[in-house]
């Protein structure tokens, strides 16, 4: 554990608090959000929005973007994948104990849970 002083959002406004966190996760987590800023710069009229909701006591993290993500590649016979993706997801995905991918694309849907 590490203990620094950082900016927090808290209460609908930006505060400087000492908080405890472990700087691994905070890497990957980290990491995460630059495979999404790499989608805003390729294309940023696609990108939306962007949410992170945290839930501490679940354990959880999710990050929603609504346009600009990962493109889907059709495979052939109705398999269908994601086109790459930067080491954030692949670290992420490494070192928990489930991580989902869900992606639409006109009617298509993919869903893909690790």
Same mark, same amino acid.
């Given at each position: &554990?590490? =203990?620094?002083? *950082?900016? !927090?959002?808290?209460? +609908? %406004? &930006? !505060? *400087? %608090?000492?908080?405890? /966190? !472990?700087?691994?996760?905070?890497?990957?987590? +980290?990491?995460? $959000?630059?495979?999404? /800023?790499?989608?805003?710069? %390729?294309?940023?009229?696609? &990108?939306?929005?962007?949410?992170? +909701?945290?839930?501490?006591?679940?354990? =959880?993290?999710?990050?929603?973007?609504?346009?600009?993500?990962?493109? &889907? !590649?059709?495979?052939? +016979?109705?398999?269908?994948?994601?086109?790459?993706?930067?080491?954030?997801?692949? $670290?992420?995905?490494?070192?928990? *104990?489930? /991580?989902?991918?869900?992606?639409?694309?006109?009617?298509? =849907? /993919? =869903?893909?849970?690790?």
């Amino acid at each position: &554990m590490k =203990k620094q002083d *950082l900016w !927090v959002y808290e209460n +609908d %406004r &930006m !505060v *400087l %608090r000492s908080i405890s /966190f !472990v700087p691994g996760l905070y890497k990957i987590f +980290d990491e995460i $959000l630059f495979n999404i /800023f790499d989608c805003y710069k %390729r294309n940023p009229s696609l &990108m939306e929005c962007v949410k992170v +909701d945290i839930d501490a006591k679940e354990s =959880k993290v999710s990050v929603y973007i609504k346009g600009g993500g990962v493109p &889907m !590649v059709h495979y052939g +016979d109705g398999i269908y994948g994601l086109e790459g993706s930067g080491y954030g997801s692949k $670290l992420t995905n490494i070192v928990s *104990l489930e /991580f989902s991918t869900e992606a639409v694309e006109g009617t298509t =849907k /993919f =869903k893909q849970v690790c």
